[in-house]
């Protein structure tokens, strides 16, 4: 592979990786009907942040300052996969959360909302495919993908 092929490749994994999680978990939540708990939550910030800086980076992409902004995409991947490392050993009991349930209020009367809002705990996966949970899977996907997007950005800084 060509510096600029894996430089291209880099930028591209950064901004697609997140996104498609991001895209996930929207779907899953909207579609669904499985909402986040608090812990979810810390997982789609730093998802966020990585989609932003992607952005940024493809938009700076021939003046220099696009490998920074790609670089700490990728960063943001990784410490999204890192909580969710977390979060999944929370849901397979492998030790204990730093939070208290969240709820999820709905429209109308507030009062009403917070008393009938269910529950979401961040110690039961609400979902899994093959015993792995979707913070399981998060956690899978964003450190390969961080890792991946280094290992990308370094060939082509190496190679040129």
């Given at each position: 592979m060509?510096p ?9 994994l ?52 696009g ?49 009938n ?13 093959l ?30």
């Open positions: 060509t600029q092929k894996a430089r291209n490749a880099a930028y591209l950064a901004l697609a990786i997140p996104a498609a999680l991001m895209g996930g978990a929207l779907v899953s939540q909207y579609v669904f009907g499985l909402f986040p708990c608090e812990m979810c939550w810390w997982q789609r910030y730093p998802h966020i942040a990585a989609i932003v800086l992607a952005l940024l980076a493809l938009s700076m992409k021939g003046r220099g300052s490998d920074l902004a790609v670089t700490l995409a990728a960063l943001c991947i990784g410490a999204s996969g890192l909580i969710g490392g977390f979060h999944a050993g929370v849901e397979y009991g492998w030790w204990e959360g730093v939070t208290a349930c969240a709820t999820v209020a709905g429209g109308g009367d507030p009062l009403d909302a917070i008393m809002a269910p529950v979401i705990r961040c110690d039961v996966a609400p979902w899994t495919l015993g792995i949970s979707l913070a399981g899977f998060n956690f899978l996907i964003s450190t390969a993908g961080a890792v991946l997007v280094l290992a990308l950005l370094g060939k082509s800084r190496r190679s040129a």
